[in-house]
């Protein structure tokens, strides 16, 4: 190594850069990015400076390529012509580009009279997985990976804009997991990330391993309704940086979460942005029927069938009379065998290994059904109950969400035991005041669109 030249590092986290070398005048919205690494090259008096993205950029090959060939060059026009025979070598003339090339994946080169760019970009350390739970049927397949750096370029591609900021912190006291925080700083609201930034810094917890671990620390426990997004996919959380969300990414987990985050989101499929209006929208109608049903229909069951039969037709209510005369129990009994059927099932189907889980609940659900009925635990028109309250349940894109409400029926089912139909109808108007009430980092959680939040500046 010869020892006139030697290299500086410089990690940007907000701060001035250099005195001799002022950074923002070249990449002004990337010039405080958490993952924006700068090097000073000095040289037998002589300056350059070496700037890339560690999150798009290859750091072992940086210092293979460019870095080396620095340090064994013995001035800096010997070390420009070898720059030029480098692959991926761009010779910058329109410094108003610069920004764009660094989220590509190129390393920056500012030397005296001259910028030039080598393109560096990283392989994606831990390869993206397909996604399997939010599941759409014409659009994007891929998922995060448990990689950070990985899912932070993944967002970068998607989103090559130089107002996307990223914030780099350590949650967790004992386990010190890197967490990341994206968003749009032209479109983000500032209350919204100041409210983050104050949870975040109140996170009191030894170990911090997993996303929905993150958001329960961040928001109230002990909600009904979730108020932040966890989402496996990368589209989702681009389309919500593009609305002036906040994104946090978790290292060791294939999740992000997304906040706020209104009713309307856990409702929203992606398949409602890449399908027509004329039939996604009737799509989206019927999930807001199905978390109606999921949560309603077994209460609305009992208060019907024990307290005010006279709202159905009389030939209808003869037949679900006629159906219920093996029953030798109150209507509320069968509802909560069924109901905890349904829960037992869904949890064998989430912890049995995935190419066995499907098959063993549904012939366990049509055995144990066809079993119980014939018994006369419960009756027919109970089994078309249960079975529409559990399809209807899996119509919910979100499974935070599709988790709150297979919990909030349980509450309405024991107020029809008690009121009736009036118990139904008060607990279900309780349940509206509440999700009024409830706000998200600030906003209304009934919100019944995705808008860009407008600035508090």
Partial sequence: MRMEAYIQDVMDKGANLMQDFNLKNYIQGLAHAGDLVTRKLNLNEETAHLVYLSTMCDSAKIHRTIVHSFIESHNLSAFKAVLKTMPGYVHIQDNDRLADKLIQGYALLFLPHETCAIEVKNPPTS??????????????????????????????????????????????????????????????????????????????????????????????????????????????????????????????????????????DFMASMDDIYDIPWFARPLMILRYIGAFLTTSLPALYVATVSYNPEIFRAQLAIEIAGSRAAVPYPSFYEVFFMLFLIEALTEASIRLPKYIGSMATTVGGLILGQAAQMAGLVSSIMIIVASVVAISNFMIPINTMNFALRVIKFPLVVMAIFFGLTGVLTGLFCFLIYAVSLRSFGRPYLKLFIGEAKKSR
């Fill in 127 to 264: 390869k993206p997985q397909e996604a399997t739970i939010e599941y759409v049927l014409q659009g994007p397949q891929i998922a995060f990976s448990e990689d950070i750096a990985t899912n932070i370029q993944m967002i970068r591609t998607r989103y090559p804009l130089q107002d996307l900021q990223v914030a780099y912190m350590k949650i967790g006291t004992v386990s010190q997991t890197q967490l990341a925080m994206i968003y749009d700083k032209s479109k983000v609201d500032d209350d919204v990330l100041l409210r983050l930034e104050n949870k975040l810094m109140q996170i009191d917890a030894e170990v911090v391993q997993a996303s929905n671990q993150v958001q329960m620390l961040i928001t109230k426990r002990f909600n009904l309704l979730p108020t932040a997004m966890v989402s496996e996919r990368p589209d989702r959380v681009v389309f919500n940086l593009s609305k002036g969300k906040v994104v946090l990414i978790l290292n060791g987990t294939p999740f992000a979460i997304i906040v706020p985050a209104v009713f309307y």
